[in-house]
């Protein structure tokens, strides 16, 4: 079983609008927990990164929650653009930070 | 250079055919990771490096795949005698000090 759950799978919705994507996690010990966007045929770009002590992070119009005792984290995006539409990867890194585990993404498309 | 830089960007092999995958990090970027990506799915850990020293290998799927980083900065991700289970895109990350990974856009292997 995957370490690193996301939903939904796959998600469309109407540019302008709000959306908020999940990840659950079992990793432990937890060091670490990142989002990152992947365009198609591109390499994930980095969004957020969060250590345990952090409950919330943004980066301009995404903004991700983490509660490290749920083992949860979202990713909210405000205002959706067409250039939102991506795969959005959650991972999580062990004791290690070079221990990541990868979800296996939400993909997300913003239409007009 | 400014990013993470993989060649071919698309290869199509035969099967049996071997192929070597190219990652160009940062320059001074210690940690040097391979990850392979099936179509719709997440990355999956193959292999990491720190300077030129292999330190985990345990994601290789096969003693078909071989990776090298001979003097800690370029790296080689070799897979002999293709088969078709091996298309996928093969993913390159770099990181100075284990923390901020910048990811490579990847080659697309397909395998014919």
């Known amino acids: 079983k995957n370490q690193v759950e996301q939903s939904p799978q796959s998600l469309i919705i109407l540019e302008g609008k709000n959306c908020t994507l999940q990840?659950?996690?079992?990793?432990?010990?937890?060091?670490?927990l990142r989002w990152y966007k992947q365009d198609t045929g591109r390499g994930p770009v980095s969004l957020t990164i969060m250590t345990f002590s952090e409950n919330t992070k943004s980066n301009g119009r995404y903004t991700a929650t983490l509660d490290a005792d749920t083992k949860q984290s979202s990713l909210h995006i405000t205002a959706s653009q067409l250039s939102d539409s991506a795969s959005y990867i959650c991972v999580v890194s062990g004791a290690n930070n070079n221990d990541m585990r990868f979800g296996a993404g939400t993909r997300l498309t913003v239409k007009p | 250079g400014a990013g993470v830089s993989q060649s071919p960007r698309y290869k199509v092999a035969k099967r049996g055919q071997d192929v070597a995958l190219r990652c160009d990090p940062i320059s001074g970027h210690v940690s040097l990771f391979w990850y392979q990506q099936a179509l719709g799915q997440g990355p999956e850990f193959l292999t990491y490096f720190q300077n030129e020293a292999q330190l985990d290998k345990s994601g290789l799927p096969s003693d078909r795949f071989f990776a090298e980083r001979p003097e800690g900065s370029v790296s080689t991700l070799k897979i002999q005698r293709t088969q078709q289970e091996d298309s996928a895109v093969y993913l390159c990350?770099?990181?100075?000090w284990g923390y901020g990974y910048t990811f490579g856009s990847g080659t697309r292997l397909t395998v014919v």
């Open positions: 990350a770099s990181s100075r």
């Open positions: 990840c659950n996690y079992t990793v432990s010990p937890f060091s670490n």
